[in-house]
């Protein structure tokens, strides 16, 4: 069964989200622990103050680089579901316009999200069209098809690429006032993903990163 897994940079760092986590619980903010989840690979506090939300390349490229796994749920997600957006990149569809097992992937891990948090709005990011259907199309398609609200879904069905994906729902986020941004990705493509998207929102907001639990 897959489980929740946070990457922080240094012992400190894991320790200081315990002490956050904790002391939001003891102040009344409701959260919840999920009893299925998807892997998930992040800074924690890093990728909230530290140098993963940087306007430096270099920094943002190191502190993305950094990390030993501990067991946590996602911090934005946790702390602020509402504000926190769930980004989910696509990936190539089959000829038909149909969902590739790759794909579904990164889908089931965002449902968890979704079904865990259920105020955080969803962002499906991706427009290269199979059979006139844009990767974000055929996402949307699938949540929706799997339960969660279309209210819930934003379509950015004009990116190309991840440097697009991050570039396009940049503006999206900025103009929603989204106070965070978790990526949903495959593991192999997410380290490059949060350097691009932590480089296109230039420290405005924090990301965070999941991934599908790998076989």
Known sequence: MPMFIRKF???????????ITLTAAGAGVAHSQPTVAP?????????TV????????????????????????????????TGTHIVVLGAGLLPDGSIRPVLE?????ALLLARTYPTAPIIVTGGVPRSGVTE???????????????QRITEEGASRSTVEN????????????????????S???LERALVDFRTAVDGAIPVDGTTAAAD
């Open 136 to 150: 974000a199309a055929a996402m949307r398609r699938w949540l929706v098809a799997n339960g969660v609200s279309p």
């Open 50 to 81: 530290g140098g993963c939300r940087s306007t430096t390349p270099q920094l943002i490229r190191l502190c993305t680089g950094l990390h030993i796994n501990s067991s946590q749920t996602p911090l934005m997600l946790t702390l602020n579901p």
């Open 166 to 185: 991050a570039t396009f729902t940049s503006k999206l986020l900025t103009a929603r006032h989204a106070t965070g941004a978790v990526v949903v990705t």
């Open 105 to 109: 992937s990164r889908l089931q891990a």
């Open 9 to 19: 940079s240094t012992a400190a760092t894991a320790a200081a989200v315990v002490a």
């Open 39 to 47: 892997t998930t690979d992040s800074e924690a506090v890093q990728s």
């Open 187 to 189: 593991p192999d493509h």
